[in-house]
């Protein structure tokens, strides 16, 4: 039974930074490549931050870029996003996901088949 579980949202002011963690297990973790989603109130859930499963490369979309990363620890199946200069905008859920086994298509939404349950993040002006 896969499990991805999130940590580490909450409330937090305008330019301040959090760090989400997600924990994954019943899968093979090394060889799939992890994404951060979100979705705002009324919003289609978006890909932000993906991660190869080798860990050598990662994606960006252009509204995160230079405020966020994404890395990994395959020895503690654990994916992790650090956020920087948080802005109001960046209120959302942010899901964690899985892509498909050995996939390189990381960086769009489609190659991703397993999700957890969601974190939110809140970003007060």
């Known amino acids: 039974q896969v499990q991805l579980v999130e940590s580490g949202g909450g409330l937090v002011q305008a330019g301040g930074s959090l760090r989400l963690s997600c924990a994954a297990s019943?899968?093979?973790?090394?060889?799939?490549?992890m994404g951060w989603f979100r979705q705002a109130p009324g919003k289609e859930r978006e890909l932000e931050a993906a991660?190869?499963?080798?860990?050598?490369?990662?994606y960006y979309a252009d509204s995160v870029k230079g405020r966020f990363t994404i890395s990994r620890d395959n020895a503690k199946n654990t994916v992790y996003l650090q956020m920087n200069s948080l802005k109001p905008e960046d209120t959302a859920v942010y899901y964690c996901?899985?892509?498909?086994?050995?996939?390189?298509?990381?960086?769009?939404?489609?190659?991703?088949?397993?999700w957890g349950q969601g974190t939110q993040v809140t970003v007060s002006s």
């Open positions: 019943g899968l093979t973790f090394s060889s799939r490549a």
């Open positions: 991660i190869s499963w080798s860990g050598l490369r990662t």
């Open positions: 996901a899985a892509a498909k086994q050995w996939s390189r298509d990381y960086d769009v939404g489609r190659a991703y088949e397993y």
